[in-house]
């Protein structure tokens, strides 16, 4: 039977969205087609509350999106600064050298988020062209500071990269507000529309970069020169070719994104930052520790709580399949065994949550781990 998907992308999708998608693929320059398109890049735009950026939708994923904001804007010898969280901060760091960047790399401890005084001594003590950072790292579930990263980058003239694969209508982004140069994102996480889609939001002075360079740029799919005569004519609602859209995906993009921005953001973060504290203190409850160091560097779209110490990690996560819902495993090299991860974003309601807590809570104690039973659930229903 159905098995309730509760990793950190790809997420449950809506049934609109994905019965949206079952349809004659229509021509990537039908009017039709041509209006969604539009209305997909702006809508993307009020989703990272960036009325003056310019947003790119094409296929691909998060990883060809980090790309492509690495490619455009990084020429060979220029420096990089990669604040980094884990997993997906040292992927950024690999994609930038990929275009010659010469990086430094600022990390912490497992948990923790780099301090704004230490970023701001790196920034004082060089000068860079661009600092790039994960919003929420989903390999540990900490969430970092954009806004005051995006104010550091302000004063000291860097470039700011968003990495929001696991954060975008998530967690609050005000890119214009707080001078984020690039948010990026993918489908398949809380924009709520399966994998396929790389999308991001660059600032007009993210656009005055690339169009300041003095090389090209050394990825012919990704190259900005190729996508932005094709996202000006599906603005301006002109037919135009580069690479064929995904056509249903960007229509199910539609869909979605409308119904975030009818939720409206605000309320959809305020729904995921209850989802987020709900499962946190539903961990707390039955005596699991997660990996954030504190309540204010949690993310609101997944939680990694360790596993306690006589669990046995498979036999956890092959148990909690039984009970019907799929979680995912650790992603950092060094600590894969010793802790799970838990996605809660998107349609994530409280019946997930508590279907999700009851499994944990199951598994555990046949498991022989101590916790009262019911202690787990009973703090998903006091959050809501
Ligand atoms: N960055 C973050 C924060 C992510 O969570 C992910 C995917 N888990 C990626 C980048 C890469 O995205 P994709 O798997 O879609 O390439």
């Known amino acids: 039977s159905r098995k309730l998907l509760m990793i950190p992308g790809p997420i449950e999708f809506e049934n609109d969205v994905l019965q949206s998608m079952a349809i004659p693929t229509p ?44 490619a455009n804007l990084i020429e060979s010898g220029d420096k990089a600064l990669v604040v980094s969280t884990g997993y997906f901060g040292l992927r950024f760091a690999e994609i930038l050298k990929r275009y010659g960047a010469d990086i430094d790399l600022l990390e912490t401890e497992v ?45 000291h003239g860097v470039l700011t990269v968003l990495d929001g694969v696991c954060s975008v209508a998530g967690e609050d982004i005000k890119q214009d507000e707080w001078g984020i140069d690039v948010v990026l994102t993918a489908s398949q996480k809380a924009v709520g529309v399966p994998p396929g889609l790389a999308l991001l939001v660059a600032s007009q002075k993210a656009m005055q970069a690339f169009e300041q360079r003095k090389s090209p740029v050394a990825n012919y799919y990704a190259d900005w020169a190729n996508w932005l005569p094709i996202m000006k004519a599906y603005e301006n609602k002109q037919a135009s070719y580069f690479g064929t859209p995904p056509v249903n995906l960007i229509i199910a993009l539609e869909k979605s994104l409308k119904a975030i921005v009818k939720e409206g953001i605000d309320k959809r973060v305020e729904r995921h930052q209850r989802a987020g504290k709900a499962m946190r203190a539903a961990l707390k409850a039955i005596g699991l520790e997660v990996l954030s160091k504190s309540d204010d560097i949690a993310s609101n779209t997944l939680s990694a709580p360790y596993y306690p110490s006589q669990i046995d990690p498979s036999a956890f996560l092959q148990g909690i399949n ?6 995912a495993g ?47 659930t009973a703090e998903i229903l006091k959050h809501f």
Not at 29 to 34: E, Q, S, T, Y
Not at 338 to 363: C, P, Q, W
């Open 27 to 70: 021509s990537h320059v039908d009017p039709d087609f041509i209006s969604v398109f539009s209305n997909c890049l702006e809508l993307f735009k009020d989703v990272c509350q960036s009325p003056s950026g310019q947003a790119f939708i094409v296929a691909g994923t998060g990883t060809l999106a980090m790309d492509m904001a690495a």
């Open 111 to 155: 948990g923790d988020i780099v301090s704004m005084e230490r970023i701001e001594q790196q920034l004082q003590a060089k000068t860079y062209k661009l600092l790039a950072f994960t919003h929420v790292d989903t390999s540990t579930a900490v969430l970092n500071d954009a806004k005051q990263i995006g104010a550091l980058g302000k004063k």
């Open 322 to 327: 039984q009970e019907g819902i799929i979680l």
């Open 330 to 376: 650790g992603l950092l090299p060094d600590l894969k065994s010793k802790y799970f991860r838990i996605g809660h974003m998107g349609s994530v309601n409280k019946g997930d949550l508590l279907a999700t807590i009851g499994a944990i809570e199951t598994v555990l104690k046949n498991s022989g781990h101590q916790h009262e039973l019911g202690s787990g």
